[in-house]
């Protein structure tokens, strides 16, 4: 098991870990199996995305404050909507492990999502399967 | 392999199954792995939520209505809306088995949502893995 | 491991992949534990759908249609919506494993989600963990 500690600098980011991802796989030595990429937190969120273009990260965020806006939060507390964004793009991903690498997509990477920082510590557990 | 059995009293409702997920990772015996929590209904999801706030699931639930609603459905039934909020929020989750215990956050529960209910009689089905 | 080679015909679509992971399953020899059907496209996605009705595929379309327009993407190349769509939707499924069958619900099913084509190849990877 990896454990990431990520500080984060915003209200609202996206952190790639995929390399840190490769690497969590590299080291637990399994060759074929599965790793699943899981963070402990309500109001951040990992998700699978395209990883070359800051951009579409921006439209992501942008469409997910859309998305969660318009209506009166019974939560109190200010992070009602960091909550929601969490819930909705989920804690977890599982990806493949083929010849003893995770089996992304050329495009494709796996990113820690912050919905309520700026945060000092953020963990994601990182488990990998052999199977 | 655990089977959860569980009735619902509301048209949409959270359940709290967190202690659920505990217990059949404890009774697995697995020390190191994942558990992966999992329904067979369309109608209904399984999410990774906050867990102290019954608040934040109205807003929830509120928010998922409001996200399925401002359509006319194809589908007929009734129930078109329940199918959607399903799809988008999910029918699995995984999360790591650390020292013989679901990897929960402090604030981070499991829950059923039902989305076309009351029924009966809902399935989660919890398959603990080593490895 | 078992790879899915598939060939989209429109812009959006679903395809029900229930059958292949069923065949793959039962060709893994796995018994009990987990099948992870995974894409690693960043304009699809895979997940758990009800299966009988078209209706319900074209409500759920329409839904993402919607869902992802009514903002100006910064991302240039045409796709941003198929991108966020992909991103909400999510690449990976995990289903139970339980007597050498997934654990399907009655009306439940796999589908890869097509957003950004028609493609003449687009990949899905199941693997099955044994445990």
Redesign the interface.
């Known amino acids: 098991?990896t454990k990431l500690q990520l500080e984060t600098e915003h209200k609202t980011q996206m952190i790639d870990i995929t390399d840190e991802v490769k690497e969590a796989v590299i080291t637990s030595g399994v060759k074929?199996?599965?790793a699943?990429v899981?963070?402990?937190?309500?109001t951040g969120s990992v998700?699978?995305?395209?990883k070359a273009?800051q951009?579409?990260h921006?439209?992501?965020l942008?469409?997910l404050k859309?998305?969660?806006s318009?209506?009166d939060?019974?939560?109190?507390g200010g992070n009602?909507a960091g909550?929601?964004k969490s819930?909705?793009?989920?804690?977890?991903?599982?990806?493949?492990?083929?010849d003893g690498h995770p089996?992304?997509?050329?495009?494709?990477g796996v990113f820690f999502c912050e919905f309520d920082g700026p945060r000092e510590e953020r963990?994601v557990?990182i488990?990998?399967?052999?199977?």
Request: glycine share 8%; net charge negative; aromatic share 12%.
């Open positions: 098991m074929e199996g599965i699943v899981f963070t402990q937190h309500t998700v699978l995305f395209e273009d951009n579409l921006r439209d992501y942008k469409m859309t998305y969660v318009g209506q939060y019974s939560h109190k009602a909550h929601l819930a909705m793009t989920g804690a977890s991903v599982s990806i493949p492990v083929v089996a992304f997509g050329e495009w494709q963990n557990i488990k990998v399967i052999n199977g």
